[in-house]
């Protein structure tokens, strides 16, 4: 069964400190990975998307890696901002049709403390 | 951000009643998609369309319907609301190989 698991849950850390959230996946075949930020009551907003081939990319202070052996994924947020509060999606996409379906984890939500 | 629209962001309706949640989009996507999720709790695909009077239901079964008559329009509609449809929906599109889906903002249903 293709899933998507993310840890941890929840997470609280002061503004200014880093912070790192995890995601295993078992989609298979895969295609691309993303994480996606979302604000509460808000859609979800990508931050960023990696291929087969890609172990890591960043988008400013958010860094991903990916580990397609071991299917890990990772987001390191750096000196992270009151703003950074939202609950961080990972999602994974397979190559086993043209629609590109899409397998949800339920999200880390962080909290970013003054 | 991306150019998705959802109406009405919040909707509080009473059992029974006919709904219809609007989502646009003005970048020419193909693929439009609606979505559900509940607090807490992962996204759930109830439709999806690969472009004009394309439609298929998703993983997730609702009793929700969907058209696509336009290519930037996907609303979708319940016939009768029920308590048991409060949740968020949320309305995305992507283009042709485009490995992204942009949201739009989503609409907040609660059904008393």
């Known amino acids: 069964k293709n899933q998507v698991e993310q840890s941890p849950q929840s997470l609280i850390i002061l503004e200014g400190k880093n912070c790192t959230l995890q995601?295993?996946?078992?989609?298979?075949?895969?295609?691309?990975l993303r994480w996606y930020k979302q604000d509460t009551g808000r859609g979800p907003v990508s931050l960023t998307i990696m291929t087969f081939s890609e172990n890591t990319k960043s988008n400013g202070r958010y860094t991903a890696t990916l580990d397609a052996d071991t299917k890990q994924s990772s987001l390191h947020i750096t000196a992270s901002q009151l703003s950074d509060s939202a609950s961080y999606i990972c999602v994974v996409s397979d190559r086993g049709s043209t629609l590109g379906r899409l397998y949800f984890g339920r999200g880390t939500q962080l909290t970013v403390w003054p | 951000e991306a150019d998705i629209y959802q109406t009405p962001r919040y909707l509080v309706i009473g059992t029974g009643k006919k709904i219809t949640l609007e989502c646009s989009q003005t970048m020419g996507h193909d693929k439009m998609y609606w979505y559900q999720q509940d607090p807490g709790m992962e996204l759930h695909l109830i439709h999806y369309?690969?472009?004009?009077?394309?439609?298929e239901k998703g993983d997730l079964s609702s009793e929700s319907t969907v058209s696509r008559i336009r290519t930037e329009h996907f609303p979708l509609t319940l016939e009768s609301a029920r308590p048991s449809h409060t949740s968020q929906y949320l309305c995305a599109s992507g283009g042709q190989g485009d490995y992204e889906q942009y949201f739009g903002p989503g609409t907040r249903l609660t059904v008393t």
């Open positions: 995601c295993n996946y078992t989609v298979s075949p895969f295609s691309n």
């Open positions: 369309s690969y472009g004009v009077n394309s439609t």
